[in-house]
């Protein structure tokens, strides 16, 4: 196997950390593997759109997801280090509400799956990172929303001790008590 698959404190969403092949000229691993991603991930996914995004240290993005069309998100950084945070919002989940974080940076090359039904973001702890994550559907704008990223029923443990950067759409994000959920 190419890749270790690990489970976070949310079942469905997992780690996946690829064997990198390193020596004094650099380093090579793969990415992405369907058959990988299907054997040991999960089964009947089609990625449709790669996405790409730069920010600088304290940007936070998110809590995102989208009401219909819903996203499954395969996110990795390539450059710098951010906290990864997903969010189950399926009401009829028993982890409804709750909010796994995963570190992930160029270093370390970890993936996270995030499926769909969960709210996803990210903030940047490094001077800079980009961002590189595949989705399971198209973005739709009418359909997207945000949860607010300090919402104190959710509790997300963010390791930061400044105010991020939002954009406009974030900062008004609701709350989980407000927001439209998943069935």
């Not at 690990?6 to 780690?15: F, G, M, N, R």
């Not at 499926?115 to 990210?122: D, E, I, K, L, V």
């Amino acid at each position: 196997m190419a890749i270790q698959v690990t489970a976070t404190t949310l079942p469905e969403v997992k780690i996946i950390e690829p064997k990198v092949f390193g020596d004094a000229r650099g380093y090579f691993y793969e990415s992405f593997n369907a058959r990988e991603f299907s054997a040991h991930v999960q089964a009947g996914v089609e990625f449709v759109q790669d996405n790409h995004s730069r920010s600088a240290r304290g940007v936070l993005r998110g809590l995102h997801y989208q009401v219909e069309h819903a996203q499954g998100k395969l996110v990795r950084v390539v450059e710098g280090e951010v906290f990864d945070v997903a969010v189950d919002i399926r009401k009829s989940s028993p982890s409804f509400g709750r909010w796994a974080g995963v570190t992930l940076s160029a270093a370390n090359h970890r993936q996270l799956w995030v499926p769909p039904g969960f709210a996803h973001g990210f903030v940047v702890l490094s001077e800079s990172a980009q961002f590189l994550y595949k989705t399971t559907d198209y973005w739709f704008p009418e359909h997207e929303r945000s949860l607010v990223w300090n919402d104190p029923e959710i509790g997300i443990e963010w390791p930061i001790d400044f105010e991020p950067l939002l954009a406009v759409k974030d900062a008004a994000g609701k709350r989980l008590s407000e927001a439209d959920c998943f069935s």
